[in-house]
């Protein structure tokens, strides 16, 4: 059984929704070890989040971010917590909606996704900065 | 440790929330070997998901339609990305509210889950055909 | 490679967001003998969720229960599913958006969280009572 465990940062980035997939494999080259298991990918922060989605079209990123800021409206009268703007509590909500982890199979040393699947970083803060991630390797 | 994992389709479904447990557990007996451990249940698409949800009552599931066709409206002018047609992009963001896998303990050979919880596919799209699904069982 | 499981019960908490990482690591001391793995925290209930999100302000909880009741409204016309009362079906549908688990990264024998990142139990009922987890640890 081999567990492999690394910490990194991704590189700053703007608001929005952003493929990483290529950023987090290149941190992780011992993904080839694993015959068979699961990789976990977790982000240390409680304002931007992970997802996996369409790694293609980039009109499909845009209309995440036109989505989210409709059904997470940044309407400081609605909430308490705002002392960092109004980008503040609903970053907290999104990152809660989206999820901070996600799990993927491992097969023959690589990641198992779907032909049409990526990561996402989900930035939602206006200024977030680098990101730390773990990222979890477990398989035979 | 035991590391068992499996790939495979399940069988197309209509738009809508289907409970799935009994389909995916067919397909994985050697859970029965696993005396403490995971399941990870991954969907490779991006325009369907998984959940866990109850597994009884049918209106259940009809509600979750109700709702998420609410929620993320098949409007085109809020999107960019409709080239399939109204149920493209809002499958996308269906797809991530509800998550792209599940992640299950298995406990005695079987999955430990509460007396009325069992896996939904989330088929999102108006006709998405069969879905393909990769499990990863680990444990001892 | 260690896996190790425990099952036991949240103490029953109102309705709201509650920070439970230290009800939870209270029951899984075993959490030191793992050098390098993850911890799954798995609810047992559809009416119940579990996320991760910032565990200093209590505002934030607050903020979250405002966003998810405005968001999933307790409108009887819209659910077929209402046998229990108005918060029944929406218990449901929040359960979902938030997640029946948390996946998290375990390094030197303790939870590898961000500075600001606590485990929340979701109680989305008004008398949800007690709720059951199943604590699953797997690492060297």
């Not at 002392?83 to 097969?107: F, N, Q, R």
């Amino acid at each position: 059984m081999t567990v492999f465990q690394k910490e990194f940062s991704l590189s700053p980035k703007p608001r929005g929704f952003h493929l990483v997939t290529k950023e987090i494999l290149q941190q992780v080259p011992e993904i080839t070890e694993i015959k068979s298991g699961i990789m976990q990918v977790f982000i240390q922060h409680t304002s931007a989040g992970l997802t996996i989605n369409e790694n293609a079209d980039p009109t499909v990123r845009e209309d995440f971010e036109t989505f989210f800021n409709r059904t997470v409206p940044e309407d400081m009268s609605l909430y308490k917590h705002t002392y960092e703007g109004a980008d503040d509590m609903t970053s907290h909500i999104k990152s809660s909606l989206l999820g901070s982890s996600v799990s993927l199979p491992v097969t023959n040393g690589r990641l198992n996704l779907g032909t049409w699947q990526g990561i996402y970083l989900c930035e939602h803060r206006n200024y977030g900065g680098s990101r730390k991630i773990v990222v979890t390797l477990m398989g035979n």
